[in-house]
């Protein structure tokens, strides 16, 4: 077949493809325990498709590769192992970008595989199908690598550094490229050579950094803890060393329930707002674990700790960044806390009482938007214990779901603080919903967001997963409404039409529903218990 025809080989019979470069690659992934992988199917990428289903990998198929790759992130984050998307070269390559730009910015382990210009062809400009001037270039300057690899060796050996990455270092995105000729020829790689390899021992810090911080929290009277998503995996270390130094703790909201939200010394994912944040920086020993503080997730431009400050961080760069460390603990959050653990004894203290900073939260996050903060109230009952939320860059998550919603374990509420994009609650709740399909599933967004990925009530329904979804219609993108009338800018761009959304649904062959504010909690325990895809639609304007 010529290279530059973009023809599909039919004459070939199909033994050709037994063990092509595209097989390799998949056979790895699958050794590594991927068994879901999202994207979309194109003229360039059949031959990542091929081995699927023989290797027992599921393929979703979204209607935008943006939501594969949210909903890699969603799956991702409920299995614990890296999201995978595959797309096709060009436009379909480039429809993930702000999905590898999410999972950069919130520090989430994805991998997004692609066919690119066969060998020697590179961006000849001479009108080939998807031509790109350069595609691993456009990735890397969002990822946190691309890589064009040009012999079947070299990709399972991009897989494996990928997971080198994902499970050693700071998990970000990456990008892997296989040229369409190699990505269909036959591989010639050693099956020893495409078997997962064992992780790295845990990164563990200084023994002489741990013990300066140990003393530090032992002469503590008022440590406080501040987690972020770097301490998901350390959550039990976390409320161990809470309770030993009875230390009061506040998340990010990537680090939401690192600490059971429910227990005495939580103060939540309630660092955004000043009377939490003016608490931790009064500690006069702060230990943060896995967050670099950064304004998106304050909501101001930094922490100003009053006392010492204690750092714990899998990235030397994150040690000093936004907060300087007295004291920095570079390794595995779990390895350090586990030998911050070994060193500290049970505190002579009572623990503090956490009412009144509780209660001067709660007049904050009124004092902000106090009937958004009612309805996301309202929502946060109506949602089953246990379940998993996903919200999207709307007003009712974050400036009051995010904060009301009480959560026992990290990882249950999705959502992208820093990045903040619209149009990943939908795709992130089917991934989820898919990767742990015994746990009920709500998303939770505006009509503004929705729209920007609506397309997905399809994949929800082709995958015959349950699901509810709960859109708060306020007429358009009310809060840039709000922030042009105080700029003295008459309302421009910013009043949408709004589709019947319940209709839209139903078309989709999912479930609508308009619902009133008083019915929302009955509305949402029906849907739930009834399974199936259900759209409920909640006007507010």
Not at 360 to 383: F, K
């Amino acid at each position: 077949m010529s290279t530059m025809d973009n023809q599909p080989n039919t004459a070939d019979p199909a033994h050709r493809y037994a063990d092509t470069t595209g097989r390799a690659v998949m056979e790895c992934l699958a050794s590594y325990g991927i068994t879901t992988v999202f994207g979309i199917p194109g003229t360039h990428n059949l031959e990542l498709y091929r081995p699927l289903a023989d290797l027992g990998i599921r393929a979703v198929t979204n209607r935008h590769e943006q939501g594969s790759g949210y909903g890699a992130d969603g799956w991702s984050q409920r299995t614990g192992l890296p999201g995978v998307v595959i797309t096709t070269s060009g436009p379909g390559l480039q429809n993930a970008l702000s999905a590898i730009g999410t999972a950069f910015c919130e520090s989430r382990p994805l991998l997004v595989i692609s066919p690119g210009t066969p060998r020697g062809a590179e961006f000849a400009d001479v009108g080939t199908l998807h031509e790109t001037k350069n595609a691993s270039a456009m990735v890397d300057a969002v990822a946190q690598w691309s890589r064009r690899v040009l012999t079947a060796e070299a990709a399972v050996e991009a897989v494996h550094d990928a997971f080198a990455l994902f499970t050693s270092g700071r998990p970000r995105p990456v990008h892997i490229e296989i040229p369409l000729d190699l990505l269909e020829e036959p591989a010639g790689v050693d099956p020893v050579l495409r078997c997962a390899r064992p992780a790295a021992a845990p990164a563990e810090p200084d023994p002489g950094d741990v013990e300066r911080a140990a003393q530090l929290l032992s002469g503590a009277e008022r440590p406080v803890i501040i987690a972020g998503g770097g301490a998901t995996r350390a959550a039990a270390r976390v409320a161990e060393l809470a309770e030993r130094l009875c230390a009061p703790v506040l998340t990010t909201t990537n680090g939401k329930a690192v600490l059971d939200e429910r227990h005495a010394l939580s103060l939540g994912a309630n660092l955004r707002l000043p009377a939490a944040r003016e608490y931790a920086e009064d500690a006069d020993v702060l230990l943060v674990v896995g967050s670099k503080l950064g304004e998106a997730e304050l909501w101001w431009p930094s922490v100003a700790a009053r006392g010492s400050v204690i750092r714990v961080d899998i990235a030397a760069d994150q040690l000093q960044k936004n907060l300087a460390a007295d004291v920095g603990l570079l390794g595995d959050s779990a390895a350090a806390l586990d030998a911050l653990l070994h060193r500290l004894r049970p505190a002579d203290r009572p623990r503090p009482d956490l009412d009144p900073v509780r209660r001067a939260i709660a007049a904050e996050m009124s004092a902000v938007d106090a009937d958004t903060v009612a309805l996301a109230e309202d929502i946060a009952t109506a949602i089953p214990a246990g379940a998993i939320v996903a919200g999207d860059s709307s007003q009712v998550v974050y400036l009051g779901l995010s904060n009301v919603l009480t959560q026992s374990a990290p990882h249950g509420f999705l959502y992208m603080p820093t990045y903040a994009t619209l149009g990943y609650g939908l795709p992130a709740a089917i991934g989820a919903r898919i990767a742990d399909p015994d746990v009920p599933v709500v998303a939770v967004l505006g009509d503004g967001a929705l729209m920007f990925s609506v397309n997905e009530l399809a994949t929800a329904v082709e995958q015959r997963i349950d699901l509810t979804i709960v859109c708060v219609d306020n007429g358009g993108y009310a809060e840039i409404r709000q922030n042009e009338v105080e700029r003295g800018i008459a309302p421009i761009g910013v009043e949408l039409h709004q589709p019947d959304w319940a209709a839209l649904a139903e078309a989709f062959g999912a479930r609508g529903r308009r619902v009133e504010r008083t019915g929302l909690t009955a509305a949402v325990a029906e849907s739930v218990a009834a399974g199936g895809v259900h759209l409920l639609h909640l006007r507010t304007a």
